[in-house]
């Protein structure tokens, strides 16, 4: 804490660069619909002056005559020379998109252009969201995020994310790197972490088909983010449009019993904005007792209380049930048979998720250099889940706030300071019980039930991060960025399923109350170092370091099978090295971005198997230490207007591309298994994975596709990707064949009498017919694939909407 009033303190003293001056005042509008333009960048002589607050005014230093660029995603620049200090009104006029006009939400830099961010970030809007379904959010990922896969275990549960090679979890039978549960990443919905206070995100309850934004941070993130190693996903879903009120009703069909409906109420006024969306959505599932249905509720509202303060509202509400067929083994999938895992399917295998979700946002604008945004959140859900090792229960309660302080200052003419320091705080508390599943006495031919009660343990657990990054922008469109976070984790586990062995004075492992553990993470340090160079507002290069960490979840520490503690883990550590370039060429048509990039995850958690006398069967499992992960990629994407006119029938036609190269190795990384010897004694196995490709990620894919537009409302894409053969057991004896897909997609748009807008469409997925996956489960032998359709399918739809 001490350190964070240290920051503020700097940042208060240098407010009083910014007083005593005589100002210019300005207002930005869009010429069409004279609406204020909140956030409009004011440039002088090159560099940012500030920004337009919620009524689009902003105020800067008077010279005797003085020249300024007004800037705003979506619109044209505006130059406009000033004599004299007066009120002035800058009107924009909207433009063709270009990547200089994205935008990203969280930066030290006052220029959110993403050509100025001196890191790999993809930002999705609508148009690649919703080139496919738009219900399951993986084939957006895969399709325009070069470097990050994401997996779903089910038709729409079990979703995660593997960013850069950082796969989710630990525990394997064979081997490191299990993708069993979702670690590494932390992911935001409207602000809100859906990862929670250990760092697990658990997605299956998230509506993905209200989301209209999307934006991936790629390698550690500590320096804004606290606990993110991997990197960072921030979900926005749709908001009310200013001025407009609305009604509109979606319905969708497609193969395998796949149904979507939705209701949406719009109202949205000139100082507040409220926005209802109801979603139901089922599918029967292309294989065996792969079922899903679910139930979502989103209200989004926004009040400007008045120039200087606004509120955000979102609650959200799920209710999901999707039922698990299991992992196919590899002979399985080899011969097509889709049946399921039969143990899976007679303990009924499924994820039930009830689940709420709120936040409430505030931002004041202290005045016109330093804003302060605020968030308190919180959520609960109750979950009871089954699979093939039994029956479990988890009721956790998430809360907690993230506040931060935005600031930019003028320097002089030629140089500029901004930042964002802030606190992050997230608490859960949690009870988890375990059962086992037996038969079922009056129905033995029907589904297994719940058995005796295996475990039961009750979790508190805290995290805390206080950063601070800052940005100075130099002449010549140089920046340099220096960030710092701090985090921490404290758990407490109290272990209720007791066990009288560790109930005695003579039991030397456990020296304290025998059913409550402890153990904390602290000085956990994340610096971030960057530099930008911008050329002609064209094209930028840049060059970063990163780091991060992940500390262990309580799962990690404690071993119920044995009643001891394992309290010399430390936290993954991972740090990354990047080089890149970003830009606009050839009159601004062809956009693209690159990056090579080594990120080393170091300290990595590993398990060690400890086998029954016999060595038939693993009695348990516990976390050690071991190498690293030494990632080296290059990732390229594209995107080109070969055509745009306002007149001919084609408006628009716009190829695009994108590329990712993995060189991904294990660096002293070894496998431990405990197993009794012909003399009965234990003994310490140890298997070296060093040098071996890290399991479940391809060494090439590849992404191709064209969308196009025309005057009369027929709208449509075709995409091709292409995923390389992968390991999936570290030890590399096992692979995935390589695949390609080809999807596509066409629609109508139009509006009728100037309330009623209508849309149909229809698109089909996997055209060719190719066997493929939606996950593999890495190490987890002999049950390894999760498969997708292997036919073509289909889906269609109808969106209806009437403005009043």
Same mark, same amino acid.
């Given at each position: 804490?001490?350190?964070?009033?240290?920051?503020?303190?700097?940042?208060?003293?240098?407010?009083?660069?910014?007083?005593?001056?005589?100002?210019?005042?300005?207002?930005?509008?869009?010429?069409?619909?004279?609406?204020?333009?909140?956030?409009?960048?004011?440039?002088?002589?090159?560099?940012?002056?500030?920004?337009?607050?919620?009524?689009?005014?902003?105020?800067?230093?008077?010279?005797?005559?003085?020249?300024?660029?007004?800037?705003?995603?979506?619109?044209?620049?505006?130059?406009?020379?000033?004599?004299?200090?007066?009120?002035?009104?800058?009107?924009?006029?909207?433009?063709?998109?270009?990547?200089?006009?994205?935008?990203?939400?969280?930066?030290?830099?006052?220029?959110?252009?993403?050509?100025?961010?001196?890191?790999?970030?993809?930002?999705?809007?609508?148009?690649?969201?919703?080139?496919?379904?738009?219900?399951?959010?993986?084939?957006?990922?895969?399709?325009?995020?070069?470097?990050?896969?994401?997996?779903?275990?089910?038709?729409?549960?079990?979703?995660?994310?593997?960013?850069?090679?950082?796969?989710?979890?630990?525990?394997?039978?064979?081997?490191?790197?299990?993708?069993?549960?979702?670690?590494?990443?932390?992911?935001?919905?409207?602000?809100?972490?859906?990862?929670?206070?250990?760092?697990?995100?658990?997605?299956?309850?998230?509506?993905?088909?209200?989301?209209?934004?999307?934006?991936?941070?790629?390698?550690?993130?500590?320096?804004?983010?606290?606990?993110?190693?991997?990197?960072?996903?921030?979900?926005?879903?749709?908001?009310?449009?200013?001025?407009?009120?609305?009604?509109?009703?979606?319905?969708?069909?497609?193969? !395998? #019993? /796949?149904?979507?409906?939705?209701? %949406?109420?719009?109202?949205? =006024?000139? $100082?507040? &904005? +409220?926005?209802?969306?109801? @979603?139901?959505?089922?599918?029967?599932?292309?294989?065996?007792?792969?079922?899903?249905?679910?139930?979502?509720?989103?209200?989004?509202?926004?009040?400007?209380?008045?120039?200087?303060?606004?509120?955000?509202?979102?609650?959200?509400?799920?209710?999901?049930?999707?039922?698990?067929?299991?992992?196919?083994?590899?002979?399985?999938?080899?011969?097509?048979?889709?049946?399921?895992?039969?143990?899976?399917?007679?303990?009924?295998?499924?994820?039930?998720?009830?689940?709420?979700?709120?936040?409430?946002?505030?931002?004041?604008?202290?005045?016109?250099?330093?804003?302060?945004?605020?968030?308190?959140?919180?959520?609960?859900?109750?979950?009871?889940?089954?699979?093939?090792?039994?029956?479990?229960?988890?009721?956790?309660?998430? !809360? #907690? /706030?993230?506040?931060?302080?935005? %600031?930019?200052?003028?320097? =002089?003419? $030629?140089? &500029? +300071?901004?930042?964002?320091? @802030?606190?992050?705080?997230?608490?859960?508390?949690?009870?988890?019980?375990?059962?086992?599943?037996?038969?079922?006495?009056?129905?033995?031919?029907?589904?297994?039930?719940?058995?005796?009660?295996?475990?039961?343990?009750?979790?508190?657990?805290?995290?805390?991060?206080?950063?601070?990054?800052?940005?100075?922008?130099?002449?010549?469109?140089?920046?340099?960025?220096?960030?710092?976070?701090?985090?921490?984790?404290?758990?407490?586990?109290?272990?209720?399923?007791?066990?009288?062995?560790?109930?005695?004075?003579?039991?030397?492992?456990?020296?304290?109350?025998?059913?409550?553990?402890?153990?904390?993470?602290?000085?956990?340090?994340?610096?971030?170092?960057?530099?930008?160079?911008?050329?002609?507002?064209?094209?930028?290069? !840049?060059?970063?370091?990163?780091?991060?960490?992940?500390?262990?979840?309580?799962?990690?520490?404690?071993?119920?099978?044995?009643?001891?503690?394992?309290?010399?883990?430390?936290?993954?550590?991972?740090?990354?090295?990047?080089?890149?370039?970003?830009?606009?060429?050839?009159?601004?048509?062809?956009?693209?971005?690159?990056?090579?990039?080594?990120?080393?995850?170091?300290?990595?958690?590993?398990?060690?198997?400890?086998?029954?006398?016999?060595?038939?069967?693993?009695?348990?499992?516990?976390?050690?230490?071991?190498?690293?992960?030494?990632?080296?990629?290059?990732?390229?994407?594209?995107?080109?207007?070969?055509?745009?006119?306002?007149?001919?029938?084609?408006?628009?036609?716009?190829?695009?591309?994108?590329?990712?190269?993995?060189?991904?190795?294990?660096?002293?990384?070894?496998?431990?298994?405990?197993?009794?010897?012909?003399?009965?004694?234990?003994?310490?196995?140890?298997?070296?994975?060093?040098?071996?490709?890290?399991?479940?990620?391809?060494?090439?894919?590849?992404?191709?596709?064209?969308?196009?537009?025309?005057?009369?409302?027929?709208?449509?894409?075709?995409?091709?990707?292409?995923?390389?053969?992968?390991?999936?057991?570290?030890?590399?004896?096992?692979?995935?064949?390589?695949?390609?897909?080809?999807?596509?997609?066409?629609?109508?748009?139009?509006?009728?009498?100037?309330?009623?807008?209508?849309?149909?469409?229809?698109?089909?997925?996997?055209?060719?017919?190719?066997?493929?996956?939606?996950?593999?489960?890495?190490?987890?032998?002999?049950?390894?694939?999760?498969?997708?359709?292997?036919?073509?399918?289909?889906?269609?739809?109808?969106?209806?909407?009437?403005?009043?």
């Amino acid at each position: 804490m001490k350190r964070f009033l240290l920051l503020n303190l700097f940042l208060w003293a240098t407010i009083s660069m910014s007083l005593g001056q005589e100002m210019l005042k300005g207002k930005v509008i869009d010429k069409q619909t004279k609406s204020p333009l909140s956030g409009a960048n004011i440039f002088v002589k090159g560099q940012t002056a500030t920004m337009t607050d919620e009524q689009g005014q902003f105020e800067i230093a008077c010279n005797d005559s003085l020249k300024i660029i007004a800037s705003y995603i979506g619109y044209e620049d505006y130059q406009l020379n000033v004599v004299g200090c007066r009120e002035v009104l800058i009107e924009l006029i909207q433009s063709a998109s270009h990547l200089e006009e994205i935008e990203i939400s969280a930066t030290s830099n006052s220029n959110k252009a993403i050509l100025n961010q001196p890191q790999s970030i993809v930002k999705l809007s609508e148009i690649e969201l919703k080139r496919g379904t738009g219900l399951f959010l993986d084939d957006a990922i895969n399709t325009n995020v070069p470097g990050v896969y994401m997996e779903r275990r089910t038709v729409s549960a079990g979703q995660q994310f593997n960013i850069r090679g950082y796969g989710n979890g630990a525990r394997g039978t064979n081997g490191i790197n299990s993708n069993f549960d979702t670690q590494g990443s932390k992911v935001y919905l409207n602000n809100i972490p859906i990862t929670d206070a250990e760092g697990i995100t658990l997605m299956d309850d998230i509506d993905f088909g209200s989301v209209s934004n999307v934006e991936v941070i790629k390698g550690p993130s500590g320096s804004l983010y606290g606990l993110a190693i991997a990197g960072v996903v921030n979900l926005q879903t749709r908001k009310a449009e200013k001025g407009k009120t609305s009604v509109s009703q979606n319905a969708m069909i497609g193969s !395998y #019993g /796949l149904q979507r409906y939705t209701t %949406t109420l719009e109202i949205g =006024g000139e $100082k507040s &904005s +409220l926005m209802i969306n109801y @979603g139901k959505q089922k599918s029967d599932g292309f294989m065996a007792h792969t079922a899903s249905h679910k139930d979502f509720v989103n209200v989004m509202g926004d009040f400007n209380i008045n120039a200087r303060q606004a509120i955000t509202t979102y609650f959200g509400y799920s209710n999901s049930y999707d039922e698990r067929g299991g992992e196919l083994t590899i002979a399985q999938y080899k011969n097509k048979d889709y049946s399921g895992n039969q143990v899976y399917i007679k303990n009924n295998a499924h994820s039930e998720i009830i689940s709420f979700r709120a936040g409430i946002g505030h931002t004041y604008k202290i005045n016109r250099n330093i804003t302060n945004n605020t968030a308190v959140f919180g959520s609960g859900l109750n979950s009871n889940a089954s699979s093939a090792g039994g029956w479990t229960d988890k009721r956790p309660v998430n !809360y #907690g /706030l993230r506040s931060t302080l935005d %600031t930019r200052f003028s320097l =002089g003419s $030629k140089f &500029s +300071l901004s930042g964002i320091t @802030g606190i992050e705080f997230q608490s859960q508390q949690a009870q988890t019980i375990g059962y086992g599943m037996v038969a079922d006495s009056f129905n033995l031919k029907g589904y297994n039930i719940i058995g005796a009660q295996r475990s039961n343990q009750s979790t508190v657990t805290s995290t805390s991060s206080i950063f601070s990054e800052w940005t100075l922008t130099l002449p010549h469109d140089v920046s340099l960025t220096a960030g710092l976070g701090w985090s921490t984790m404290n758990i407490k586990l109290d272990d209720r399923n007791y066990l009288v062995a560790n109930n005695n004075p003579s039991n030397t492992k456990v020296k304290h109350v025998p059913t409550s553990y402890k153990a904390s993470y602290i000085d956990m340090v994340s610096p971030r170092f960057a530099v930008n160079k911008v050329f002609s507002k064209q094209l930028s290069v !840049y060059a970063s370091f990163t780091k991060g960490y992940k500390a262990p979840v309580s799962s990690y520490f404690y071993i119920p099978t044995t009643g001891e503690l394992n309290l010399g883990l430390k936290p993954e550590i991972g740090t990354q090295y990047e080089i890149g370039s970003k830009g606009n060429l050839l009159d601004e048509r062809l956009q693209f971005q690159i990056a090579a990039f080594n990120t080393v995850f170091s300290n990595k958690m590993t398990t060690v198997a400890v086998q029954n006398p016999a060595n038939t069967a693993t009695l348990y499992t516990y976390l050690v230490n071991s190498g690293s992960l030494n990632n080296k990629g290059l990732e390229v994407t594209l995107m080109y207007t070969a055509y745009r006119s306002k007149n001919s029938t084609f408006t628009s036609i716009r190829p695009f591309a994108n590329f990712t190269y993995s060189h991904f190795k294990y660096d002293n990384i070894k496998y431990q298994s405990v197993a009794k010897t012909k003399a009965n004694k234990d003994s310490l196995v140890t298997v070296d994975y060093s040098g071996n490709a890290v399991a479940g990620v391809p060494p090439v894919t590849l992404n191709a596709g064209i969308d196009f537009l025309t005057k009369y409302g027929v709208y449509g894409n075709i995409n091709y990707s292409y995923r390389d053969q992968m390991p999936f057991t570290s030890d590399g004896k096992n692979k995935t064949s390589g695949y390609s897909l080809l999807n596509a997609k066409v629609g109508y748009q139009h509006k009728f009498f100037d309330h009623l807008n209508v849309g149909v469409y229809i698109g089909a997925n996997n055209i060719t017919s190719t066997q493929y996956y939606y996950m593999i489960f890495l190490n987890q032998l002999p049950d390894a694939y999760l498969p997708a359709p292997y036919k073509i399918n289909y889906f269609g739809g109808l969106n209806l909407n009437y403005s009043f």
